[in-house]
């Protein structure tokens, strides 16, 4: 019989899956300290501390914590505050790491 699921394990020990990647003005970030009011201060791929914020209809959705990789997107008219857009699994961290996105961070 035939497998129909298309995320089953391929005999190489890893799991396939999707990894959201920023686009745009987008970059990946990692939460360095919780500011309290659903703001917390991310340390940024492009070498920025910012201080960024979840956005309202998110804020029930996504529960983060210090060391967290998420992808923040820069505010355009101040580019040191961001809103926070996703938050990354363990394993998407780990691909990530080993396809080199994390290497500024």
Same mark, same amino acid.
């Given at each position: 019989?035939? #497998?129909? #699921?298309?995320?089953? #394990? ?7 899956? $999707? ?79 080993? $396809? ?6």
């Amino acid at each position: 019989m035939q #497998n129909k #699921n298309r995320n089953y #394990n391929q005999g190489n020990g890893e799991e396939v899956f $999707r990894v959201k990647l920023p686009r745009g003005k987008e970059v990946i970030g990692i939460i360095e300290q919780r500011v309290g009011g659903a703001r917390m201060i991310v340390k940024c791929t492009d070498g920025k501390n910012r201080n960024c914020r979840v956005p309202g209809r998110m804020k029930r959705k996504l529960w983060l914590r210090e060391g967290d990789y998420v992808i923040v997107e820069p505010w355009e008219f101040d580019n040191e505050k961001g809103d926070i857009l996703f938050k990354y699994t363990p394993a998407a961290v780990d691909w990530l790491g080993k $396809r080199g996105f994390l290497k500024n961070i």
